[in-house]
């Protein structure tokens, strides 16, 4: 009895083990985007103030970029916008043309690495510019976060 017991236990370890063969299967998309994200953050006296995470979309996407595009998401002490009065976004010393909160359907952004659902999520293209690339996101009164791409 204790044997045929044992027996079943270990036929059903067995069986469960290769239920998970899937789970070392590779995600493409999960590991080009891990290679393309950065994350900053603005610290002052050891409290966070500002979070920033920011994908460079034109290597992942490109065809559908002209110009150098980011996905950011934003969360900061105020009301986790990427434009307000505190912060600034520039990119090798230049504004961003265009910020939109519409991110379009082809980027499955909640799958990305260091998706936050307490983090607001933004489009923002800027002009041409050379490489590398300096995202830096700047407080007024705490310092900024430095993003290299």
């Given amino acids: 009895m204790k044997r045929a017991f044992f027996f079943l236990i270990t036929l059903a370890v067995i069986f469960n083990g290769c239920a998970i063969?899937?789970?070392?299967?590779?995600d493409i998309l999960y590991e080009k985007t891990l290679k393309y994200?950065?994350?900053?953050?603005?610290?002052?006296?050891?409290?966070?103030?500002a979070l920033i995470d920011a994908?460079?979309?034109?290597?992942?996407?490109?065809?559908?970029?002209?110009?150098p595009t980011?996905?950011?998401g934003v969360y900061n002490g105020f009301d986790n916008s990427i434009q307000n009065n505190e912060f600034t976004l520039t990119l090798n010393g230049?504004?961003?043309v265009?910020?939109?909160?519409?991110?379009?359907?082809?980027?499955?952004?909640?799958?990305y690495p260091f998706y936050n659902s307490w983090m607001n999520y933004y489009i923002v293209e800027?002009?041409?510019?050379?490489?590398?690339?300096?995202?830096?996101?700047?407080?007024?009164?705490?310092?900024?976060?430095?993003?290299?791409?």
């Fill in 21 to 26: 063969k899937n789970a070392f299967k590779k």
């Fill in 37 to 49: 994200t950065q994350r900053g953050q603005i610290v002052n006296s050891l409290e966070t103030k």
């Fill in 55 to 67: 994908v460079y979309l034109n290597p992942l996407y490109p065809n559908k970029f002209k110009y």
């Fill in 70 to 72: 980011f996905l950011i």
């Fill in 94 to 96: 230049k504004k961003p």
């Fill in 98 to 111: 265009k910020i939109t909160s519409q991110i379009p359907n082809f980027i499955p952004y909640r799958y």
């Fill in 126 to 149: 800027f002009n041409q510019t050379n490489k590398p690339l300096k995202l830096i996101y700047k407080s007024k009164h705490w310092g900024e976060a430095k993003l290299t791409f």
